[in-house]
């Protein structure tokens, strides 16, 4: 994920009540693009929704810990939205 052809993002990591060293992982990284959030078990909407309520930015993506991106996928994404301002969400295929 930190290798995106578009290199002006933000990373925020909610951990949603997990008992495992995730916030000590978010912290190894030392980038200032990752954020660490913690906050009690919801489940994977709450989550959604959570950052959705929290987050001032003009797009938001979502993956959970078994998903990647390509690295020009953020790109695609932008350059896309911004093309086509009456479009509010996209979403990709899955690659294996």
């Given amino acids: 994920m930190l290798r995106q052809t578009f290199a002006d993002f933000e990373i925020i990591v909610v951990d949603d009540g997990s008992t495992d060293n995730t916030k000590e ?14 906050k009690e078990n919801g489940g994977g909407f709450c989550r959604s929704e959570y950052r959705c309520q929290n ?25 896309f939205l911004d093309a086509h301002k009456e479009v509010g969400f996209v979403y990709g295929q899955a690659q294996s």
């Fill in 25 to 38: 992982v978010v912290q190894s990284f030392g980038d200032p693009r990752i954020r660490y959030e913690y």
């Fill in 55 to 79: 987050d001032h930015c003009g797009i938001i993506t979502f993956l959970d810990p078994d998903d990647t991106y390509l690295p020009d996928a953020l790109e695609k994404i932008a350059a």
